[in-house]
Every structure is written in structure tokens, then in C-alpha cells.
């Protein structure tokens, strides 16, 4: 084992983001109605929320429903927006004791306003807390988040030559956080579905075949140990390489 590996093995990623994917699958595979997938999904986003607290994890970003998912049956997606006023509901006051400050990412304006005002209140519950961020992303689309941002910049008057990488940053919805480290995605598909396309233009990728309702917190640790064996580059040469001169 070289160097590499002994420095990085106590490395807990500081930014973790989920596609939280298979509800549907997990539920068809039982017999059971899509929406069930969707609620058992949710008490394993409980599990998981716990088990970054525990890991000393920063920051997690967890896609909820993607601007595509309007897409869908009327009738799972009214299951959706109903999971999210119950997570909020029966989750917020424990969430709050933990020290987890909830942001949104994405667009609330086309959510029912009673939703909208939930969301808001949630954040604005939380703002203070310091022991984990999870941002929720719910109608949101990667896309989206760069028209959204290049509107903003025309609209303040941005001039062409002050565009650059931490000016964009800043315009994104998710200002001020770290681009995630890595991405896990549950039940095997290997695309990105319009998921932070801007942030995770170096983030490691971790995909598993288990869907998510069965994604559990000792498979959540061997994804966070997988990131550990990694070597982030960024496009230039690895430490090992860097100290050791007769490598090339
Ligand atoms: C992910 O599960 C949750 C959402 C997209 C809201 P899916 O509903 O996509 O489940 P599959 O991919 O159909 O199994
Ligand atoms: C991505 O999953 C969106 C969420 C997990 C919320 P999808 O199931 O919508 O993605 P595709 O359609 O398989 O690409
Ligand atoms: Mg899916």
C-alpha cells in the first residue's frame, strides 16, 4: 500500500450526493404499487441521514424528484409531493435536534404553496445548524439550475469578462457548498439524469445495482471506503507520481 492509501484512508467525503434510485423497481419486484417503493425509500433516507451524521459527513445532497418526473402518472406524483409534506412533518422537530440545516435545490414555484411555505419554514427552522447540510433536491434539473443562472447574471448586469468558474458557482442553487465529492447511485443505471451537472465535473462515482430502499448503512460504508482507494487526479498527475520522479 502506498502512501496515498494510508493518508486517505480515515478521508470521509465532505460532500455526499445520492440519486436515490429503484423505488419503482423495489416495489414492482414485491408486487406492490410504485408509491410503496417511495415510502419505503423515504424511511431508508431517514437511515442514511443518520449514518452521515455518524460518519461526520458535511454536507449530502439527495435527488427527490427531478424536473423530468412531471413526466410521470398524475397520481405518483401527487404520492410524491404528499411524502415530502409527510417526511417534513413527522421528520423536521428530530432533524432539528440533530443539528442537520435543511436547504432546497431547485425550483419551488411550481409546488402546491402549501408545500412551498413548508419547505420555507424548514429552512428557515434549521438555518443555524452546523452538523450537516442536506440539501433536498426536488424539482430540480441541472439544467434548469444553469438557465436559472444565466438569467440571474443578465438580470444583475454581469459583464462578459467577470463570467468565470466562481462567479457561475455562485449563480447555482447550491452557492456556497462544496462541489459534491462523491456521487452514489442506487439500482445499476449508469447516466446522470440531469443530476448537478456543473458540480460533479470531478466528483468519484459509486454505482450499486441494490435500489434504494434497500441501500443500507453497511452498504453506505463500503461506498465511503471505496472512495478512499480513489485517486483524484483533477487532470493532473497523482501524489505518487508527483514524489517519485522515475515513475514516467
Ligand atoms: C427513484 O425511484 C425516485 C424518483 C425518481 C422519484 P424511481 O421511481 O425512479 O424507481 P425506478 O427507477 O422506476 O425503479
Ligand atoms: C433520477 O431518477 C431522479 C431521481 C432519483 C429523483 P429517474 O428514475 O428519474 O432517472 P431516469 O429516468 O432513469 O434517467
Ligand atoms: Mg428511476
Known sequence: MGNKNTASESKVPAHIAIIMDGNGRWARSRGLPRLAGHRAGTENLRRIIRACVEFGVKYLTIYAFSTENW??????????????????????????????????IGRLERLAPNIQEKVLEAIELTKNNQR???????????????ICA?????????????????????????AGVPDPDLIIRTSGELRI???????????????????????????????LEAFTQRDRRFGGLSATVEDNPSHD
Open 132 to 146: 450537516l447540510v442536506l440539501n433536498v433536491a426536488f424539482n430540480y434539473g441541472g439544467r434548469d439550475e444553469i
Open 71 to 104: 413526466g410521470r402518472p398524475r397520481d405518483e406524483i401527487e404520492g410524491l409531493m404528499n411524502i415530502l409534506e409527510d417526511v417534513i412533518d413527522r421528520e423536521l422537530t428530530e432533524l432539528h435536534k440533530e443539528g442537520v440545516q435543511l436547504r432546497h
Open 193 to 223: 439524469s440531469n443530476f448537478l451537472i456543473w458540480q460533479a465535473a470531478y466528483s468519484e462515482w459509486y454505482v450499486t445495482p441494490t435500489c434504494w430502499p434497500d441501500f443500507s448503512k453497511e452498504e453506505f460504508r463500503k461506498a
Open 150 to 174: 444565466i438569467s440571474k447574471m443578465l438580470k444583475d448586469g454581469v459583464r462578459p469578462e467577470e463570467v468565470n468558474e466562481e462567479l457561475v458557482s455562485r449563480y447555482l442553487f447550491t
